[in-house]
């Protein structure tokens, strides 16, 4: 029973890449083909491949129902979370959880620094969102023509003389941060904070969320600010992970600093 369900499973990736008929279907299995055409049958049956005029088979509906309910449940800030306790329990400083919602980036978790001095921000409040780290991130994942629409809408406010000062910049910036897969708010929304920043990535290595540490540079200079990025990042891929149900998130290369 164990064989079979696996070699049904099986399948599934297969499709994904594709429809398939039967005899692609066996030799992926390497099996005979009244063996596939009983597994295949059985997926049938319960919507999970669909079998096309052709006589070849692909994913079926409920497949995709079933990935839509299981995103629906999944709550990133509870996954994310006790990361973000373990990043702070071991760097110190304050650890940020960002998303993107209807056109603000909002924080949705936060653990406060240990240190005396430190920036103010809340939870549930938006980020400012053309220079923070975690926006950059979040925008930076959006296709290129809504992430240029969406910068020709913003204003560009000055908040120290290091802020972005216009969609064209920002536009510049968003493509660093997408080609290199980290931000940065250095200074650029009050000038004695700085912020680095990860993405943390789905199933389908989409942007879903962003991590964030951030320190005043009177606690931590930038440099040794910019030394924590490894720790962030894997943090921020382990959330992805664990988001993802186990599956590495895929994602394109990106270049690491």
């Not at 373990?86 to 240990?114: C, F, M, P, Q």
């Not at 003389?161 to 493509?175: C, I, N, W, Y």
């Amino acid at each position: 029973m164990s064989q079979s369900v696996d070699r049904a499973l099986s399948i599934l990736p297969l499709l994904a890449e594709g429809p398939a008929d039967l005899g692609r279907v066996a030799g992926h299995l390497d099996v005979h083909k009244s063996t596939a055409l009983r597994l295949l049958r059985t997926l049938r049956d319960h919507g999970l491949v669909y079998r096309q005029d052709d006589q070849c088979y692909r994913l079926g509906a409920r497949l995709f129902a079933l990935a839509q309910g299981a995103m629906e449940q999944l709550d990133v800030r509870e996954i994310a979370h006790p990361h973000l306790v373990a990043l702070n329990d071991r760097i110190g400083h304050t650890v940020h959880l960002a998303v993107h919602e209807e056109g603000e980036v909002i924080y949705i978790d936060k653990i406060e620094s240990r240190y005396p001095v430190r920036m103010y921000s809340r939870i549930g409040r938006p980020v400012a969102i053309t220079v923070a780290a975690v926006a950059k991130l979040l925008l930076a994942d959006l296709p290129e023509a809504e992430r240029t629409a969406l910068a020709e809408k913003l204003d560009y406010p000055m908040y120290t003389p290091r802020s972005t000062p216009d969609a064209v910049t920002f536009l510049k910036e968003l493509a660093t941060v997408r080609e290199q897969g980290w931000a940065a708010d250095l200074g650029g929304h009050q000038e004695t904070i700085n912020c680095i920043g990860a993405p943390i990535r789905g199933a389908d290595g989409r942007v879903i969320a962003a991590m964030s540490v951030s320190a005043p540079a009177a606690v931590l200079p930038q440099r040794e600010l910019l030394g924590l990025l490894p720790l962030l990042r894997a943090a921020a891929e382990a959330v992805g992970l664990d988001c993802a149900g186990g599956t590495h998130p895929q994602k394109e290369e990106r270049h690491t600093p």
